[in-house]
Every structure is written in structure tokens, then in C-alpha cells.
């Protein structure tokens, strides 16, 4: 299986700030790389396909790069709206799909 | 409006059998696969397994093969996850996701588009 890591599992940050989560592949998926958000109790939403794609709806202030093995995804300004739980997932090999553990956004 | 509607919240005992359902609606649902994710308590999101609604052909997180099972019922636009025999380890909120994809020179890219609300299983003695 694909193994996907990302940094940091969590963070305590003020709205304004700029955000940036890590997300780590075990090997090459070049940008077979999607990026979702997920608030307690509702259903997770794709906020990136493909590594940089922003997905129809989400704010601009939204943004993700990187290739191969190492990705980002960027919040330029956060929102109260935006803590969350962020996770990677990658789309290169099925079976199985995986999913990064998770970056926990909170309010500092 | 793309919709997945999920049944409702489930409780149950150990050895018991189960299946949940979700109904796509606002969308060509023989076009899409349905994927089913689960979260473990205090964990992230796992894929279990996913199913092509048109012909019914299922692939399965290999951790979890033989444990549950996807079916489609396309005649009235529902997928479901299935245990004929539940454990504790198994309460978990599981959701449907629908997979869309898109082309590329490199073979397509898959991601969840539209999710279910969550249904939230508990099995406890």
C-alpha cells in the first residue's frame, strides 16, 4: 500500500493567518493527490483533485502543489469557517486507496 | 442538486448482521462508482471499498475483504454496505462517496466529489 504522512497532525492558528499542511507519499504518484476537508459531524468536503485543481465552490483562498512524493496545501488567509480537519488521499494505486492521518486545524 | 442520502444511525450487538444503505439522486447514477469510507473513533478516514454502479464490479480495501460487502440495487439508485456478522471493531461513522474522475494522458484521476451525511454504527454487547 501506498503510505501517505502528513505534517503537522495538528495546529493552533488565528483567523488571517496563512496555513500550510504537508502531505508525504511512501513513493512516486505524481499528482494523483486530493485534498479534503472535514468538520465533526458533517460529510467530508474535496477541496483539491489532482494536486492543484481547485474543486467548483471552494474559496480561492484555497490552494495546493507539489508532485511526486511531496504536496502542500496553502490557506493564504484563514477563515472561522476553515477549522477543520484536513487529510490528503491519493488516486494513483487501487486497491487500496489511502488516506493521510489527518491535520486537525484549530483556533488558537 | 447532486444528493447521497444515507440511512439512518444503527445500533446493534455483536454477531449481528447489517446493511446500510445510501440513494444518490440529482445525478445519471449508473455513470458514477459509489465508494463506501469509514471512521474509526478518534481516527482518520480508511477507504473500504468501492462498487460501479452499472454493472456492479466491486474492488475492496484488502484489509478488509471478506469482511463486508458492497452491493447496488441501480433500479432505485442505492448502494449498500453489508455485515453478516458484526464486531465491536466495527463501530465506526461510514459514508458513501461518489467517484467521479478525470482524464489525463497518464490514466484518469479519481476523487470523491459528493459524500453522505455519515451513518454512525455502534455494536456493543
Known amino acids: 500500500d501506498i503510505q501517505m504522512t502528513q505534517s503537522p497532525s495538528s495546529l493552533s492558528a488565528s483567523v488571517g493567518d496563512r496555513v500550510t499542511i504537508s502531505c508525504r507519499a511512501s513513493q512516486n504518484i505524481d499528482t494523483y493527490l486530493n485534498w479534503y476537508q472535514h468538520k465533526p459531524g458533517k460529510a467530508p468536503q474535496l477541496l483539491i483533485y489532482g494536486a492543484s485543481s481547485l474543486q467548483i465552490g471552494v474559496p480561492s483562498r484555497f490552494s495546493g502543489s507539489g508532485s511526486e512524493t511531496n504536496f502542500t496545501l496553502t490557506i493564504t488567509s484563514l477563515q472561522p469557517e476553515d477549522f477543520a480537519t484536513y487529510y490528503c488521499q491519493q488516486s494513483y494505486i487501487i486497491p487500496p486507496w489511502t488516506f493521510g492521518q489527518g491535520t486537525k486545524v484549530d483556533i488558537k | 442538486e447532486v444528493q447521497l442520502v444515507q440511512s439512518a444511525a444503527e445500533v446493534k450487538k455483536p454477531g449481528e448482521a447489517l446493511r446500510i444503505s445510501c440513494k444518490g439522486s440529482?445525478?445519471?447514477?449508473?455513470?458514477?462508482?459509489i465508494s463506501w469510507v469509514r471512521q474509526m473513533p478518534g481516527e482518520g478516514l480508511e477507504w473500504m471499498g468501492q462498487i460501479d454502479s452499472s454493472d456492479s464490479y466491486t474492488k475492496y480495501n484488502p484489509s478488509l475483504q471478506g469482511h463486508v460487502t458492497i452491493s447496488v440495487d441501480k433500479s432505485i439508485s442505492t448502494a449498500y454496505l453489508q455485515w453478516s456478522s458484526l464486531q465491536a471493531s466495527d463501530t465506526a461513522i461510514y459514508y458513501c462517496a461518489r467517484t467521479t474522475y478525470t482524464g489525463r494522458n497518464s490514466g484518469n484521476l479519481y476523487y470523491f466529489d459528493n459524500w453522505g451525511q455519515g451513518t454512525l454504527v455502534t455494536v456493543s454487547s
Open positions: 440529482g445525478y445519471g447514477f449508473t455513470s458514477y462508482w
